[in-house]
């Protein structure tokens, strides 16, 4: 992921944004706290050899908010800017079997800084247009801060990325806030069991 100011690195981020009126409707979604630092330990394999790792976070509909109770490590395969999931249908499988909603997703940016390239935008955009919750954890190992929660803003961001018609993987936005960060608004870390399922 190539930090620039016209791929949408810090400089299209809104500070606080998630405390809006808008926002303030979304269900609380429950992280967590051990979850982070042990996707960085599932991760530094790749880490070291400078190549992204994914992972999907799951959970249950608990009414009036969400918990993750699971973090899955698909099939994929990976570049130092780029990861994909390979047998998505494995994926599938588990959820469907365990009964279980995908709530966000979790990447490595190996030497990158901490925030959301064009190619997560696009990403997210397919998980936040299915679940308004849906949040997007970014871990930049070598840098400070190496961790940030983020979804797109909506409106705004989610429509400008639902529209973008760009063709290269790497592209600039226009200027608008495009993403916020989220955690301590709507996600919030807390003392919870965590399951770790690695596919790989």
Same mark, same amino acid.
């Given at each position: ?12 981020? @809104? ?19 051990? $979850?982070?630092?042990?996707?960085? #330990?599932?991760?530094? @394999? ?21 918990? @993750? ?10 570049? #130092?800017?780029? $990861? ?6 494995? @994926? ?13 997703w979790i990447h490595t940016h190996p030497t990158q800084s901490c925030f959301m390239s064009s ?5 997210? #955009? ?12 970014? $871990?930049?190992p070598t840098s400070k801060p190496q961790f940030g929660i983020f979804r797109l803003t909506d ?26 960060? $989220? ?5 919030q870390m807390r003392d919870l069991p965590l399951e770790i399922v690695d596919l790989r």
């Open positions: 992921h190539r930090a620039t100011a016209s791929q949408g690195g810090g400089a299209r981020i @809104v500070p606080g944004s998630s405390r809006d009126a808008q926002v303030r409707e979304l269900r609380t979604i429950r992280l967590p706290n051990e $979850c982070l630092a042990r996707f960085l #330990s599932i991760a530094r @394999v790749n880490t070291l050899q400078n190549r992204e790792t994914c992972g999907l976070l799951l959970g249950k509909d608990k009414g009036s908010k969400f918990v @993750v109770t699971t973090l899955l490590i698909p099939r994929q395969h990976s570049t #130092s800017d780029t $990861c994909m999931m390979d047998e998505e249908e494995l @994926v599938m499988q588990f959820t469907e079997e365990r009964h279980l909603i995908t709530l966000g190619v997560d935008l696009h990403t997210h #955009s397919g998980f936040q247009r299915m679940l308004p919750e849906s949040f997007a954890v970014v $871990c930049a409106p705004g961001g989610l429509q400008t990325i639902l529209e973008c018609t760009a063709k290269e993987a790497f592209h600039p936005h226009p200027e608008v806030p495009i993403y916020t960060d $989220c955690d301590d608004c709507h996600v």
